[in-house]
């Protein structure tokens, strides 16, 4: 079964540093989307990304945050400067396109640990 | 009022048993129902979409009253590879939101 893939699996960064997650979607799927969830808490959307470009974001994804996809296959989640409040794990997810309902698959999540 | 509410639980069961698992959304636009169920520290995995008439994929049930603004999944025959936390997960699609929102899971535990 296709699958979503994300890498690193954890990722340990000094706080202010930039870090890059990355994400493979399935492949034909359209729409990407990244989540966070803190220990403990809910998960969380961030954002969503359709056709090279945000089609959605919350409010937690502030200018600190953008997302790409620089090529044909990945998608990268970029925060700038990072804080000790963005420890968390980083879901990516991917649907396909033809209805709005799709469900959302999700890749195994980088742990993200702001030191 | 939370946006997607759920029994935190943990709901501690005996395998064999049938435990049923109640959701309430407060956005009456909803229009997409889900039930994941998440392992520890791992993804959210989808177990089921959710449909207006109700519907069952194996030993799982799952319900959405509109009206209520209420959802509900039954696992009958429980597993004990059934222990997890449920998320029940909702996406609002007024004006082509794809976003969705989760609540809080409610865990499960299936004893021997």
């Known amino acids: 079964e296709p699958e979503v893939t994300q890498t690193p699996s954890h990722q340990v960064t000094q706080m202010g540093q930039e870090v890059i997650l990355r994400c493979v979607p399935i492949s034909n799927h359209l729409y990407f989307y990244w989540y966070r969830q803190i220990l403990g808490q809910k998960v969380e959307f961030l954002v969503s990304f359709y056709n090279n470009e945000i089609s959605e974001k919350s409010e937690i994804f502030d200018d600190q945050f953008s997302v790409e996809r620089p090529d044909g296959s990945n998608f990268t989640l970029k925060i700038r400067s990072t804080k000790l409040e963005d420890s968390a794990m980083y879901f990516c997810?991917?649907?396909?396109?033809?209805?709005?309902?799709?469900?959302?698959?999700f890749g195994d999540g980088t742990r993200l640990s702001i030191l | 009022r939370k946006e997607v509410e759920q029994d935190p639980g943990p709901f501690n069961v005996p395998e064999g048993a049938t435990v049923a698992f109640n959701c309430t959304y407060s956005?009456?636009?909803?229009?997409?129902f889900f039930w994941y169920r998440q392992d520890c520290r791992k993804e959210p995995k989808l177990l089921m979409s959710v449909y207006s008439s109700g519907n069952e994929d194996g030993r799982f049930t799952a319900q959405l009253n509109r009206a209520s603004q209420y959802i509900s999944l039954l696992i009958r025959d429980s597993k004990l590879s059934d222990s997890a936390t449920y998320l029940c997960v909702v996406n609002t699609r007024d004006t082509g939101r794809r976003a969705l929102t989760f609540g809080s899971g409610t865990r499960l535990q299936v004893q021997p």
């Open positions: 956005n009456s636009a909803s229009q997409s």
């Open positions: 997810a991917s649907s396909e396109p033809e209805y709005s309902n799709q469900p959302q698959h």
